[in-house]
């Protein structure tokens, strides 16, 4: 039996040990007669491998999603420890120690909410508002005025399109932008920038996009778009649509359109943001044998 996925493939070698073995002597049956202490090989025991996980938090986002499908991600902003990293639905390991029946996999396999699947790490998904503190640094970082005012009145024209937000919040500066997050503001602010490389600059040295060395595999970079990838990107695919056209770029402003994130990125970012002083990099594995 070897680890299959996740810390226990990973340090499979560690953990799994040294077997032993005992000489012993057997008649003719193959029923043992007397053993021969001297002759015996004690087995070594693997290695502890201590996570950096808090088993409180991590049982209560499971509590939390229940049977929803998502993921859940914590880290202490001042160490980079990851405190919860999970996955929902789950499933039982055990079922898969002795071979699991065919009809209880094609279940797992087949469901919608994809339990087999570790979503915090997996999967990527559009950062939505959260993404809206990026292009804010972005835009400080290019000189941009944080008293700026835009108006929101819910629904902004531009480009022969009606751009949308939530409520009307009225004139905003960037701070009031943030705090009541305004997609109006964000999608003016966005094309202040004059496209995504700007913003991916900052939204790379902030965890997006990365790969980061926690143990695991089973990682998705994700997507910060910039002008150069889409051109690359479509080269094949759809050769009308390799330039950054203009409107592609209010919905990066709100971190929708062709940006894509996994969880632990994510979670990452807003870290680095909280610590404000060095670009923490996230621990899973606490100590091995000590």
């Given at each position: 039996?070897?680890?299959k996925?996740g810390?226990e493939?990973?340090?499979?070698?560690?953990?799994?040990?040294?077997?032993?073995?005992?000489?012993?002597?057997?008649?003719?049956?193959g029923?043992?007669?007397?053993?021969?202490?001297?002759?015996?090989?004690?087995?070594?025991?693997?290695?502890?491998?201590?996570?950096?996980?808090?088993?409180d938090?991590?049982q209560?986002?499971?509590?939390?999603?229940?049977?929803?499908?998502?993921?859940?991600?914590l880290?202490?902003?001042?160490?980079?420890?990851?405190?919860?990293?999970?996955?929902?639905?789950?499933?039982d390991?055990?079922?898969?120690?002795?071979?699991?029946?065919?009809?209880?996999?094609?279940?797992l396999?087949?469901y919608?909410?994809?339990?087999?699947l570790?979503?915090a790490?997996?999967?990527?998904?559009?950062?939505?508002?959260t993404?809206?503190?990026m292009?804010a640094?972005?835009?400080?970082?290019?000189?941009?005025?944080?008293?700026?005012?835009?108006v929101?009145?819910?629904?902004?024209?531009?480009?022969?399109?009606?751009w949308?937000?939530?409520?009307?919040?009225?004139?905003?500066?960037l701070?009031?932008?943030i705090?009541?997050?305004?997609?109006?503001?964000?999608?003016?602010?966005?094309?202040?920038?004059?496209?995504?490389?700007?913003i991916?600059a900052?939204?790379?040295?902030?965890?997006?996009?990365?790969?980061?060395?926690?143990?695991?595999?089973?990682q998705?970079?994700?997507?910060?778009?910039?002008?150069?990838?889409?051109?690359?990107?479509f080269?094949?695919?759809n050769?009308?649509?390799?330039?950054?056209?203009?409107?592609?770029?209010?919905?990066i402003?709100?971190?929708q359109?062709?940006?894509?994130?996994?969880?632990?990125?994510?979670?990452?970012m807003?870290?680095?943001?909280?610590?404000g002083q060095?670009?923490?990099?996230p621990?899973?594995?606490?100590?091995?044998?000590?």
């Amino acid at each position: 039996r070897i680890g299959k996925q996740g810390i226990e493939k990973a340090y499979d070698r560690q953990l799994r040990g040294k077997a032993g073995g005992k000489k012993v002597e057997v008649d003719a049956r193959g029923q043992v007669v007397q053993e021969d202490p001297e002759g015996s090989i004690p087995p070594t025991p693997g290695e502890n491998i201590v996570l950096t996980l808090d088993a409180d938090l991590q049982q209560r986002a499971v509590e939390v999603f229940g049977q929803e499908s998502g993921a859940a991600v914590l880290m202490d902003c001042r160490t980079g420890d990851v405190l919860c990293m999970s996955s929902s639905p789950g499933f039982d390991p055990n079922l898969f120690v002795s071979g699991i029946p065919s009809d209880v996999y094609k279940l797992l396999s087949t469901y919608d909410h994809l339990p087999l699947l570790d979503k915090a790490i997996g999967s990527t998904f559009p950062p939505g508002s959260t993404f809206k503190t990026m292009v804010a640094l972005a835009a400080l970082e290019n000189g941009y005025d944080p008293n700026t005012i835009h108006v929101c009145n819910r629904v902004w024209p531009w480009g022969g399109h009606n751009w949308r937000c939530d409520k009307a919040h009225g004139p905003l500066n960037l701070h009031q932008a943030i705090v009541t997050s305004c997609d109006i503001y964000f999608y003016q602010t966005a094309l202040w920038l004059g496209g995504p490389d700007k913003i991916a600059a900052v939204a790379t040295r902030f965890g997006l996009g990365d790969i980061f060395d926690i143990g695991i595999t089973g990682q998705r970079a994700g997507l910060v778009p910039t002008v150069e990838w889409k051109k690359q990107y479509f080269a094949k695919r759809n050769p009308a649509n390799t330039r950054w056209f203009p409107g592609d770029t209010p919905s990066i402003g709100i971190g929708q359109g062709f940006t894509n994130v996994n969880p632990l990125q994510n979670c990452v970012m807003v870290s680095r943001l909280a610590n404000g002083q060095k670009a923490i990099n996230p621990r899973l594995v606490k100590s091995i044998g000590g």
